[in-house]
């Protein structure tokens, strides 16, 4: 159930956005402003508002920075910050529910998650995870079935889900967040699932002792991001080569943000990576007919020795 305090958000925004609809209206406003009238959310933007002109066909987002208001053609971009997007519908503004959610990354609509889980905060994991759409594509013309996978930062499980459906099964997943451990052994009760910090050396000696022949990875990507900190180094980074250097796996399947093309984190995966052939791939889910703007580079790994039949 949700908390007091949520709802009361929740219904607080949506209850504000009638007055806003009002407030355009008579003022005539055709770009960005500012309202007395919504506290902490005094900023408004009307992005391409001469498209539409009408709040009700547009996008809407409460964000820290404020309101902005996108086109009717806007394909929302889930990210873990759970900015979720509002809607018009039958008379009333209304935020997507967890099936639109769970559509946005290509997640079947079967998928759960434990009971007490807040809108907010399944909008929040689902933004941290990978588009099924978007793995699956990049896995169609990489023929292979039967493999022992390990799944590292393994989230909601979206690299299991492909995976799975390929006749491939998970050995072992590993991420720190207690969420997601939750959600996870939820949708996959039989999944050895360790909670830890991949940094921990006790964590690297239980994947490397585990049998499997493809590792997949969705490491951390805020040091690498456009809109994160762009560090240009990551412990986790670190520590998942030190693992593969150490357990020389047949496969790799990785994943992280595009910008990591340009950053040095690249030619530190290169160096650590010299015995595998890489495949690199940018793919955005709205490129594949689903309405979400997030593109994400995939690579595949394979051991140089491993001649086409044994792939």
């Avoid at 590792?215 to 040091?223: I, K």
């Avoid at 890489?278 to 889910?285: A, D, G, S, T």
Wanted: charged share 20%; with cysteine.
């Amino acid at each position: 159930m949700l908390s007091v305090k949520i709802k009361e958000t929740i219904m607080n925004n949506l209850l504000k956005l009638p007055l806003l609809e009002q407030y355009i209206s008579e003022n005539g406003y055709n770009s960005n402003f500012t309202v007395p009238f919504l506290k902490g959310k005094s900023t408004v933007e009307l992005q391409n508002w001469k498209d539409y002109q009408d709040l009700k066909k547009g996008i809407i987002t409460f964000r820290q920075s404020g309101i902005r208001v996108k086109a009717p053609n806007y394909y929302p971009c889930l990210t873990h910050i759970p900015n979720i997007p509002i809607i018009y519908e039958n008379g009333n503004y209304r935020y997507l529910n967890k099936e639109e959610l769970l559509t946005l990354q290509s997640f079947p609509l079967n998928y759960k998650f434990p009971p007490n889980y807040s809108l907010k905060k399944i909008a929040s994991l689902l933004g941290n995870s990978i588009n099924l759409t978007a793995i699956q594509y990049f896995l169609k013309d990489k023929w292979f079935a039967n493999l022992n996978f390990v799944d590292c930062f393994a989230g909601l499980g979206g690299f299991h889900l492909v995976l799975n459906s390929l006749n491939n099964n998970c050995v072992l997943a590993i991420d720190k967040n207690k969420s997601c451990q939750e959600t996870y052994t939820l949708n996959f009760p039989t999944t050895p699932f360790l909670l830890g910090d991949i940094n921990s050396k006790e964590i690297q000696k239980q994947i490397i002792n585990s049998e499997f022949d493809l590792l997949c990875a969705g490491f951390p990507c805020q040091n690498f991001s456009k809109a994160g900190k762009q560090t240009h180094n990551s412990k986790e980074l670190d520590s998942l080569l030190t693992i593969i250097s150490k357990k020389q796996p047949n496969y790799l399947l990785l994943e992280s943000v595009p910008n990591f093309l340009n950053n040095v984190g690249l030619n530190q995966l290169i160096r650590g990576l010299l015995g595998y052939s890489l495949n690199f791939q940018i793919i955005n889910p709205k490129d594949l007919g689903i309405k979400q703007n997030r593109p994400r580079l995939f690579i595949w790994g394979q051991k140089n020795k491993l001649t086409n039949h044994e792939n």
